[in-house]
């Protein structure tokens, strides 16, 4: 291995590596183990288990290390290990796992989307243009992971550098095309996408979101971690009908970036307009027209509402720029569906049920707007908050739902260690400030079980907070918990009690 910027504690660096590792418990004969310091864990205690399980090279920072040369001298003598200490192994981390892997970001066409919202649905209707057209293609994002036919659950938005690159390695082998990967400000921020030049960045949009805790102090650090993506971007796409939008173009200027701008506006390089609610094939979307480098024309993107116009317009013009053709967008778009967003559930009560991952005020809001205008009877919504998350998103969200829904039952989300009955009471201490009719059903099969059997004919029922998630997580236990099957199963029972 290349020694710049390391230096050598003790052993000979010339040793064969089998593989890299941030995990001590991944660790076997022969591999390369690099102490990172987390937020809850430090590696640079788990490096004498490493050692006893046979690593050939320990990687400590200079800076985190809690032991001194001598020490790990001592640690590491009689195992034939080579232990080097380096500045920033996040950093070295992901340089490391690029380097074991051989590059396969330099294999694929790579397309990165950041932004507060929209990242999950633009991801997927980026790789399901590109599939369309024919173009095999992987994802990394928030949902999911895929790679080839198989889809494996996601632990982050965007990975640790080392799992990034590996999964990299796999889509190249398979013969993929492209990888579509959404872009976190933490994976940003703590260089898991380190090394990773984008052919294609997107940014959808910015709003106050993942500040506190172990995420951003500030608003302030939050868009700087996100500008960081026109860093390491060849053609950045940006959606300029935002606040700070002039920042990423400003931003992307400075980087050198070719800049594709996207909007409502005439006077962006990819515009749509003219839109209108309607139906096609039995799903309910937006039509619009789109002006574009590419193509001019009518399109329908099959999830309602003005915002997911936008993303079919980030998603058309990263998958025109990734080689896609007009036939393939108009394909996709019209029959795409994204788990948990604006998801529906097939049911034959004649109303519709909606499963939406909007776990935040603005989210919350603009899906409310958008069903508001597309329903011909009520807009009935079901959620609750997580618990050990902020505690001001309860009160937003239920100010938000209070005066746009016609009826809401507030229930439980992940409560976690909190009692969930104090997450609703602070959630209904918001609505009953509202003229909203509200009421709370504390379990959440319950609650769904309801809005549905009090829904009538033309009514929507929105499910909102977990969307995508497959559980429910509480003080003492974890369980599987899917909100659109548990809807399909109570739409699937009333229907039968009703014969």
Not at 19 to 40: H, I, M, N, P, Q
Not at 215 to 221: L, T
Not at 315 to 321: G, H, N, R, V, W
Request: charged residues 25%; proline residues 3%; hydrophobic residues 35%.
């Amino acid at each position: 291995m290349n020694l710049d910027g390391f230096r050598v504690i003790t052993g000979n660096s010339r040793v064969k590596v089998t593989s890299v590792e941030f995990d001590s418990r991944k660790v076997t004969e022969g591999s390369l183990f690099v102490a990172v310091k987390g937020f809850t864990s430090d590696g640079h205690s788990y490096i004498k288990s490493a050692l006893e399980k046979g690593a050939s090279v320990i990687v400590a920072d200079e800076n985190d290390c809690p032991y001194t040369d001598e020490e790990l001298k001592a640690m590491a003598e009689g195992t034939g290990a080579c232990v080097l200490k380096a500045k920033d192994t996040r950093l070295q981390c992901a340089l490391l796992s690029r380097e074991f892997f051989g590059h396969p970001e330099k294999k694929l066409n790579m397309i990165g989307i950041t932004g507060t919202k929209g990242k999950t649905t633009i991801a997927f209707m980026v790789r399901d243009i590109l599939e369309t057209a024919g173009k095999k293609s992987g994802l990394i994002g928030t949902v999911c992971d895929i790679i080839g036919d198989e889809k494996i659950p996601s632990a982050h938005t965007t990975p640790e550098a080392r799992d990034n690159y590996e999964m990299l390695a796999r889509m190249a082998e398979c013969g993929s095309d492209a990888c579509v990967m959404e872009v976190s400000s933490q994976g940003l921020k703590l260089d898991r996408v380190y090394g990773i030049v984008y052919d294609v960045g997107c940014y959808t949009n910015f709003y106050e979101d993942h500040i506190g805790g172990n995420e951003h102090p500030d608003m302030q650090d939050y868009l700087n971690c996100k500008l960081k993506l026109w860093e390491q971007t060849k053609t950045a796409v940006i959606n300029m009908d935002t606040p700070v939008s002039g920042e990423f173009y400003v931003k992307a200027q400075q980087c050198g970036c070719q800049i594709i701008t996207y909007g409502l506006s005439d006077t962006c390089d990819v515009q749509a307009y003219d839109l209108e609610n309607g139906m096609k094939d039995g799903r309910a979307g937006t039509y619009f027209s789109l002006l574009s480098p590419w193509y001019n024309g009518r399109l329908f993107v099959a999830i309602p509402g003005e915002f997911n116009v936008y993303n079919a317009l980030c998603a058309l013009t990263a998958a025109f720029l990734s080689g896609a053709d007009a036939k393939a967008v108009e394909k996709s778009l019209a029959g795409i569906e994204v788990p948990g967003r604006l998801q529906p559930v097939k049911n034959e009560l004649g109303i519709t049920i909606l499963v939406d991952y909007a776990h935040n005020a603005a989210s919350l809001e603009n899906v409310l707007d958008t069903l508001k205008k597309a329903a011909s009877g009520r807009v009935i919504t079901v959620f609750g908050c997580g618990g050990d998350r902020s505690h001001t998103r309860r009160f937003e969200m239920g100010e938000v739902s209070g005066n746009k829904s016609d009826y809401t039952i507030v229930t439980s989300d992940n409560p976690r260690t909190e009692d969930p009955e104090v997450i609703v009471g602070h959630i209904v201490s918001a609505i009953e400030k509202t003229p909203g009719k509200f009421e709370t059903v504390i379990d959440r099969a319950e609650a769904i079980h309801k809005a549905i059997s009090i829904a009538k004919p033309g009514d929507i029922v929105l499910i909102a907070g977990k969307g995508h998630e497959d559980y429910q997580i509480f003080k003492d236990r974890t369980i599987h918990f899917d909100d659109a099957e548990v809807a399909a199963e109570a739409a699937s029972r009333i229907r039968e009690e009703r014969k």
